[in-house]
């Protein structure tokens, strides 16, 4: 459907740019024609009322014939300059109109992957959960058995709240009335306590090292810092071989806090730092990325560091992996 849109497009701009040229080229044949026909009754008149060969060329010195030249000038240069101007317009208009449409297409494809990805997210647990709880009703005995299964339904049960908190969340901040809430909050505190949560869940993949300074007070949201600080830190995790190395810092430079996440994983090619940050994309393909998620986390991180008016910058770690730095104003 895309692709014969496309066709559509491409075949209506040529048939208008074709349709233009051929009428500016028969504008100027009938000038041309106009002119021709004018002289040649400027030359019998002239030749006739002064009784000379109709081979002569007096007629050229003649006021007239330097009227009717000059009209014939200025039609010329009217036709050429005012389709160069609409040319212009024409094709500054086609190139919005085809750039417009690239972009259409390309949050049709995001949208598509959001779906699908979020139907991924949603059966994970969905199915875990249903076995867990079939094989409760299958009245087990074992103790031990049966708190794994309710523990593993309350995992369950939190990534399916995290991440409907991640879609609300999403769809609030694009509302141009939502305001974020702020009071001082110590989020050395928060960072902490949200690390600890993540290092519990993710203790057999990965390695959490951390540098965080005491007592920093942020005015913010406690559950929009919490956002921020967790899809950092879970991207880094999701993205990096295991066990990931997940360097995390937040400390105070200059008239700024800073907070910087690292991680030694595949990276982030330099030509999508800034596209990553756009609603549901993800780099990659649905059907060949093997890591889950939405495409909305790092949205939200880019929502939450422009309320705040701070700054957020994507480079490269060293040896491999991303470095992600946010900065907000102190």
């Known amino acids: 459907m895309k692709s014969r849109s496309l066709l559509f497009f491409y075949l209506l701009v040529t048939y208008v740019f074709a349709s233009f040229i051929w009428w500016s080229y028969l504008l100027l044949q009938k000038n041309e024609q106009s ?9 019998i008149s002239f030749n006739h009322k002064n009784n000379l ?7 050229l010195d003649t006021p007239t014939y330097h009227a009717i030249h000059e009209r014939y000038l200025r039609q010329k240069l009217m036709i050429i300059g005012e389709g160069s101007v609409f040319l212009l317009l024409l094709s500054v208009g086609c ?10 297409m390309a949050l049709a494809r995001q949208q598509n992957n959001f779906l699908l ?3 991924h997210e949603l059966k994970s647990p969905l199915a875990s959960m249903k076995l867990s709880l079939q094989t409760i009703l299958k009245r087990v005995t074992l103790e031990d058995k049966f708190r794994r299964l ?32 702020k009071e001082p909050e110590n989020i050395s505190i928060i960072t902490n306590n949200v690390l600890q949560k993540i290092v519990a869940a993710n203790s057999e ?16 949201d406690k559950m929009a810092f919490t956002s921020l600080l967790q ?3 879970e991207n880094a995790i999701k993205y990096s071989p295991a066990p990931a190395e997940v360097e995390v810092k937040l400390h105070k430079s200059a008239n700024t806090f800073v907070l910087e996440v690292k991680d030694n994983g595949i990276g982030i090619p330099e030509k999508e730092r800034n ?5 549901f994309y993800r780099i990659g393909n649905e059907d060949t990325r093997n890591t889950k998620g939405t495409g909305i986390g790092l949205f939200i991180v880019k929502k939450i560091v422009e309320m705040h008016k701070g700054n957020i910058t994507v480079a490269d770690n060293q040896p491999k992996g991303t470095a992600i730095t946010v900065e907000f104003p102190a």
């Open 231 to 233: 899809n950092l830190v």
């Open 275 to 279: 596209l990553i940050f756009n609603k």
């Open 117 to 119: 990805s979020i139907t």
């Open 205 to 220: 993949t990965a390695h959490i090292h951390s540098e965080i300074a005491e007592n920093i007070l942020l005015e913010t």
């Open 150 to 181: 309710a523990e593993n339904s309350v995992e369950d049960v939190d990534r399916l709240t995290a991440l409907v908190d991640n879609i609300l969340f999403a769809v609030r901040m694009e509302d141009a009335a939502f305001l974020l809430p």
């Open 95 to 104: 190139i919005r109109l085809w750039l417009t449409f690239r972009k259409e």
């Open 35 to 43: 002119f021709e026909d004018r002289i040649q009754l400027e030359k």
């Open 53 to 59: 060969p109709e081979s002569s060329l007096n007629y």
